[in-house]
C-alpha cells in the first residue's frame, strides 16, 4: 500500500512559478509509473503529466507543454510538478497517482493510487 502526499500549493500571481511535491510511503514507488492530474471549479478532471517508472519516458497535456516539468527521485520516493509561467487557467486542485493500471489517466480508477489534492490559485 503506497500512500501519496502532495504540498507546495498556493497562491500565485499569473506569470509565476510553483513547485509541487509528492511524497510516496509505504510499496514499491519506484516501479510505478507516477502522474498528475487536476481538477478545477466546476470542471472535469484533466490529465497533465506522467512519467515513467525509470523516468525514461515523460508525456504532457497540449495545455502545459512547456511551462510544467514533471520529474521523480525514486531514492525520495518523491515526484514533484515544476510549473512556470502560470495562467488563471491553471487553478486547480492537484493530485498526484501512481500506479497506473489502464484506460483513463484522468481518472483515479486508472490509478492504483491517488493523493487527497493540493491547491494551486493563480490569480490575474
Known amino acids: 500500500q503506497v500512500q501519496l502526499v502532495e504540498s507546495g500549493g498556493g497562491l500565485v500571481q499569473a506569470g509565476g512559478s510553483l513547485r509541487l511535491s509528492c511524497a510516496a510511503s509505504?510499496?514499491?514507488?519506484?516501479?510505478?509509473?507516477v502522474g498528475w492530474i487536476r481538477q478545477a471549479p466546476g470542471k472535469e478532471r484533466d490529465f497533465v503529466a506522467r512519467?515513467?517508472?525509470?523516468?525514461?519516458?515523460?508525456y504532457y497535456a497540449d495545455s502545459v507543454k512547456g511551462r510544467f516539468t514533471i520529474a521523480r527521485d525514486n531514492a525520495k520516493n518523491t515526484v514533484y510538478l515544476q510549473m512556470n509561467s502560470l495562467k488563471p487557467d491553471d487553478t486547480a486542485v492537484y493530485y498526484c497517482?501512481?500506479?497506473?493500471?489502464?484506460?483513463?489517466?484522468?481518472?483515479?480508477?486508472?490509478?492504483?493510487?491517488w493523493g487527497q489534492g493540493t491547491q494551486v490559485t493563480v490569480s490575474s
Open positions: 497517482a501512481a500506479g497506473h493500471r489502464g484506460g483513463d489517466y484522468s481518472s483515479p480508477a486508472g490509478w492504483l493510487y
Open positions: 512519467k515513467s517508472p525509470s523516468g525514461a519516458s515523460t
Open positions: 509505504g510499496g514499491t514507488f519506484a516501479t510505478y509509473t
